[in-house]
């Protein structure tokens, strides 16, 4: 190659680089801040070895990492500033693969439709997008579900 095609490959390779930059920048710019689950479960509650929803998941073969944590949530609503919280109450592992674990309240029942589980599980799978999915635990009824949102 003579003297400008060795400019014009250092300019495609820098372009290149200067093109991956961008893009990494631009994709660490607009993700949501404070959403790492890393960070969201280091300040989590340690595992109450007693607890029979523990106890109910590590026979069914889980292994529960986390415990209780509670994200809370700020609110502007027409300036006016809400505070709120949502409860993760267990992480749990099987197979290299995590969940979210949420347990059956006797208060809260769950409608198993595809709009009351929606309505009632989809904020934690956005929440934990790395999630492999979340584990429904009904202790009194002995059943553990598994939801996957899948989009589109």
Do not use: C
Not at 29 to 55: F, I, Q, T
Not at 94 to 123: C, E, N, Q
């Amino acid at each position: 190659m003579g003297k400008y095609g060795d400019w014009f490959v250092m300019l495609i390779a820098g372009s290149l680089i200067v093109f991956w930059l961008y893009r990494v920048f631009y994709r660490w710019l607009h993700e949501p801040p404070g959403l790492h689950s890393k960070l969201l479960l280091s300040e989590a509650e340690d595992v109450r070895e007693d607890d029979e929803n523990v106890l109910f998941l590590e026979q069914a073969g889980y292994e529960v990492t986390h415990g209780k944590y509670r994200v809370p949530i700020t609110i502007d609503l027409d300036g006016q500033i809400l505070q709120s919280r949502l409860f993760i109450d267990l992480i749990a592992e099987k197979d290299g693969k995590h969940y979210i674990v949420k347990t059956a309240r006797d208060r809260m029942p769950i409608d198993w439709t595809g709009s009351g589980v929606r309505d009632r599980l989809l904020v934690y799978a956005l929440l934990m997008p790395e999630s492999e999915g979340i584990l429904f635990v009904d202790q009194k009824e002995r059943t553990i579900r598994t939801i996957t949102f899948r989009f589109g």
